[in-house]
């Protein structure tokens, strides 16, 4: 009846070095490239999505809009009529941003040909990807896909790409572990809301800006700072690189990636490779905005929730007053009973990251399926709630779950990598 | 014909004092019999069979489901029962949910908050027992388990555990422990002293432990090792620890065994064990007068007893003038021959069987030792009952914690033509009611107005919270007899039986 | 920590059920902590054997 001490044994080590891994993450901001010198690899007539792997025919709305966007963006189709049929006649290569090192929100499209954030975690030398924020509304992340969305892609890769890459390379990179730091004291969560960092970055990049920018740039200037979730892009890329190290530490049961697809949740555990453990999105629960109605909602969908397994998004809630009640969480009580119970499926805090309202604790950090499953205590990730007609953009935000079925499934996996029966 | 109703709720718990209570409640509704709340696990779906309380729709329930049962005059009372419960199951909590109140889910964020934790006290229900006491001796902590309905296999594999990694595993269903003065689930306020106790009897240890306290001495430590301990499956696995580290304690100067007979073999390893101990014992396997013990120890039949040589062969007596047997069979009714003993510890129910048996009297009990039958089989036998029995627990909490049952009970037996005599035990200390003593007097016509004696002992010490001074008081008050000890209610009961036999 | 040891140490409590046991403690200045224990989420006995066995 006694466990096997040593598997057991082994299992906490390997947990403790993702931990350990995560907390020594120096996450630089070091440049805004085109994604196909970002990220070399990346195959022509290939479309990056969010979350595991999906196929055309079990997309939901917003994501093949946003297919068909960036197949026209791309040129590799004239019209959005065309790019739909050649995207549903599988002449287009769908992959996850994961399998790249990078993220994208929402339907998180990326092409070799749009301009991407790079964060470097120095501590590792490892990168990571995810494209700049488009701002609100009518945009690609919600399934956007008209005229206006891809020039201003355009405009995005050809100008504010690289006057933003130019001032951030002026500046040697700007490092992201203190910016983080300060955020959370200053009320942002990091996913719901990032109004702190934004405004912290508009800051650290101003100056460069203004020496490097060869055109456009109040328009630039007034493109970062009129989107108060312009971080959130850096936030996640910053996020993939600091968590990317852990992946791959045989014996762990720390999940590395949680990631939607608007139809499928996925997670990937450390010690399991590329295996990707899914089940149903969920629909998020929260506030919606006037005249809009549960129905009008998507499942649950975008790479955003990456924040969440290093400990910020949801688990950092206490953090943000502010959040709460936009997501319909209700009390500043309730944002600390949020955190506090994530303390339960986490590996340990970060003490570099602390929550002022919870006498500076360290965001719980490091998800463990072992105790998400012995706790029943499920990931808590803030999110933004999509329109489920592609290109209509946000209609709320809410607070959602993983389906649990995903941790049973890694947790089978495991077992059976290390014959547990 | 009475109704039945069960309504499931799917994903609900709580715990299952606070379920008892709300079914307390809901059971005391005019036009009501019986009402349980209980979660649906295996254990407690059969309870309810057994107690007719279960329909197809509890049946059906699972382990992470709540059942509200509900048995009434009739289907409209049931429903409205229902809704009382349902109301009383929404009633918030009052102060938990702010966020200082906040409690752990899990024993690994618990000892985060309490680091250098040494203890895990598990009162979880039977089936999840096992599980969360192997996570707490995985993480080194010793473990009290109140948790019954454990099966012995489980238990001998934990005790083993426990053994090697050199940790006590007391239970399951250990109701009692004292570790350096700290009382543990169901335990009173004594002294520390020199008396080291191993009790295979929660309120074998109580009345012990209680004896000892109010003649003057103290206890250092009192470690239950669960009633199963000394069965031959178990071989007294943590009796032997139990010795062991009182051997090694330097604060124990004697031991006190306590336990139901043991199985010959495991009676063999034990006294062996003492036999090389180094330290006087006083062992009381409850109702055994024969048995050969070794040079350091002194057996006894009973528990007072058992005290009296843990107090050097002192007396315990009544502090006043004790009652007269011939003064208090004049005032049972005319006809009236019987004793009714209404026990809320299993072990003063034995004890006081032992009593009875050696008194030569035809004496029945629902939990009998040797040579005591059954009620059924013994209808004009005097009848003590184990009120602590399963059979009277479904859906209720145990009687020391909440005394409705033998308060019910106790009218029965002083309405029945044939009761002379209830025999009462009255435990408090931490776990027990708040007012036992109050509530039984509440419940009792005026002592003119009563054709039975009550006789009573209080088991616990002038320290616990509800005072033992107090509880006598309000007793006496109310016209019932209080003795010293439990040992001296049986007798004071068997002397007034004989003078109306 | 050996039992003997355990004898001599203050006694910190880490109550998994019954509410009252805590409070008791509380009530006698002994350190406890009190886990707002719930059955285990997971239905399916091979996954909670499965965790039994890797630890949780």
């Known amino acids: 009846m006694a466990p096997a001490a040593s598997l057991v044994d082994k299992i906490a080590a390997a947990n403790q070095e993702a931990h350990r891994r995560v907390l020594a993450g120096d996450p630089v901001l070091v440049d805004v490239l085109l994604a196909r010198e970002a990220m070399p690899g990346l195959p022509d007539r290939t479309v990056l999505h969010a979350g595991p792997p999906i196929t055309w025919d079990r997309m939901c709305g917003p994501m093949r809009g946003a297919v068909a966007g960036a197949v026209v963006f791309e040129g590799w189709a004239s019209n959005l009529e065309v790019a739909t049929r050649l995207a549903a006649s599988g002449e287009i290569k769908f992959e996850p941003n994961h399998h790249y090192d990078a993220v994208g929100p929402m339907t998180g499209m990326t092409t070799r040909n749009m301009a991407v954030l790079v964060v470097e975690n120095r501590t590792f030398g490892n990168r990571s990807f995810c494209t700049v924020n488009e701002g609100m509304g009518n945009v690609m992340r919600f399934g956007g896909n008209d005229q206006e969305v891809v020039d201003r892609l355009r405009w995005m890769a050809s100008v504010a790409g690289p006057a933003l890459g130019a001032a951030i390379r002026n500046r040697k990179g700007v490092p992201l572990r203190n910016v983080i730091a300060r955020g959370l004291s200053m009320g942002d969560e990091m996913h719901m809301r990032n109004a702190a960092c934004s405004s912290l970055m508009v800051r650290e990049l101003a100056a460069d800006l203004a020496e490097t920018a060869e055109r456009d740039l109040g328009r630039i200037l007034r493109f970062i700072s009129g989107n108060d979730m312009f971080f959130l892009n850096i936030v996640m890329a910053m996020a993939k690189s600091v968590i990317a190290p852990a992946h791959g530490i045989p014996y762990s049961t720390v999940v590395t990636t949680m990631a939607r697809n608007g139809t499928d949740f996925g997670i990937r555990l450390s010690s399991t490779g590329d295996a990707w453990f899914t089940g149903p999105a969920q629909m998020a629960r929260g506030l919606l905005f006037a005249g809009f109605t549960e129905a009008d909602g998507n499942p649950d969908i975008g790479d955003s929730c990456i924040t969440e397994t290093i400990g910020l998004g949801g688990f950092a809630m206490a953090a943000s007053p502010a959040v709460v009640g936009f997501v319909g969480a209700g009390t500043l009580a309730d944002a600390i009973g949020y955190s506090r119970r994530m303390t339960e499926i986490t590996i340990g805090p970060n003490p570099e990251w602390t929550l002022p309202t919870l006498n500076m604790m360290g965001v719980p950090t490091g998800i463990d399926i072992r105790k998400v499953l012995a706790t029943g205590i499920l990931p808590v990730i803030n999110t933004a709630i999509t329109n489920k007609l592609p290109g209509r953009g946000q209609i709320g935000a809410g607070i959602v779950h993983p389906p649990l079925v995903c941790f049973e499934q890694a947790l089978l996996q495991f077992a059976d990598v290390h014959g547990v029966h | ?494 002397e007034v039986a004989r003078r109306l036999a | 920590m050996e039992i003997h040891k355990l004898l001599q140490a203050e006694i910190r409590v880490v109550n998994i059920g019954l509410r009252a046991f805590a409070r008791d403690l509380e009530r006698c200045k002994t350190s406890v902590v009190h886990v707002d224990w719930a059955p285990p989420a997971v239905s399916n006995p091979r996954i909670a054997a499965l965790l039994a066995k890797l630890g949780a």
């Open chain 2, 1 to 494: 014909m009475s109704a039945l109703i069960n309504q499931v709720r799917r994903a609900f718990y709580m715990d299952s004092v606070a379920l008892m209570r709300i079914s307390r409640s809901v059971g005391a509704l005019p036009g009501v019999a019986t009402a349980a709340l209980m979660i649906g696990s295996a254990t407690n779906k059969k309870l309810m069979q057994d107690a007719g309380l279960l329909s197809d729709e509890g049946a059906a329930a699972g382990a992470n489901d709540l059942i509200l049962a509900v048995r009434a005059d009739d289907p409209g009372t049931a429903a409205a029962a229902l809704d009382e419960a349902r109301k009383l199951l929404d009633k918030p909590a009052t102060s938990d949910r702010n966020g200082e109140e906040w409690h752990p889910k899990s024993l690994d964020t618990a000892l985060r908050q309490l680091p250098g934790a040494n203890v895990a006290l598990i009162s979880v229900p039977g089936e999840f027992a096992a599980a969360e006491a192997r996570r707490a001796l995985h993480r080194q902590l010793h473990v009290m388990m109140f948790s019954d309905n454990v099966s012995i296999a489980e238990e001998v594999a934990l005790k083993q555990e426990a053994k090697q990694r050199g940790l006590l595993m007391m239970g399951p269903d250990c109701g009692t422990a004292i570790l350096g003065g700290t009382p543990l689930a169901f335990a009173n306020v004594v002294p520390r002293g020199e008396i080291g106790i191993i009790a295979a009897s929660g309120t074998g240890l109580q009345e012990v432990s209680c004896l000892i306290a109010r003649n003057g001495k103290g206890v250092s430590h009192a470690i239950g090792v669960g009633g199963r301990d000394l069965k031959a499956e178990v071989g007294g696995i943590m009796t032997l620890m139990a010795i062991d580290a009182l051997e090694a304690d330097a604060s124990t100067a004697q031991i006190v065994l306590i336990s139901k007979p043991p199985e010959p073999s495991v009676a063999k390893l034990v006294l062996d064990r003492v036999a090389g101990c180094g330290k006087p014992f006083s062992i009381c396997f409850i109702g055994a007068d024969d048995m050969h013990v070794p040079a350091n120890a002194g057996l006894s039949a009973d528990l007072r007893s058992t005290a009296e040589r843990a107090l050097a062969g002192r007396r315990i007596a009544s502090s006043g003038a004790p009652a007269s047997a011939a003064e208090l069979a004049s005032r049972a009714g005319p006809g009236r021959t019987k004793v009714c003993g209404l026990f809320s510890g299993g072990t003063m129910c034995a004890e006081a069987q032992v009593f009875f048996r050696r008194a030569g009297m035809v004496v029945a009990s629902n939990a009998p030792i040797p040579g005591v039958g059954k009620p059924a089989a013994a209808p004009d036998a005097h009848v003590l009952l184990d009120l602590g029995d399963d059979a009277y627990t479904v859906g209720r909490p145990h009687p020391m914690i909440d005394p409705t049952l033998r308060n019910d009970m106790l009218g029965g037996a002083l309405t029945d033509g044939r009761t002379a005599v209830i025999l009462l035990d009255v435990v408090i200390g931490y776990g027990a009611h708040d007012d036992p003593a109050g509530e039984l007097i509440a419940h009792l016509p005026p002592a003119k107005a009563r054709q039975a004696i009550l006789i009573a002992s209080v088991c616990g010490t002038q320290e616990d919270p509800q005072s033992y001074s107090r509880q006598v008081q309000v007793l006496q008050e109310g016209g019932v007899v209080v003795a010293p000890s439990n040992a001296h209610a049986a007798e004071l009961a068997i």
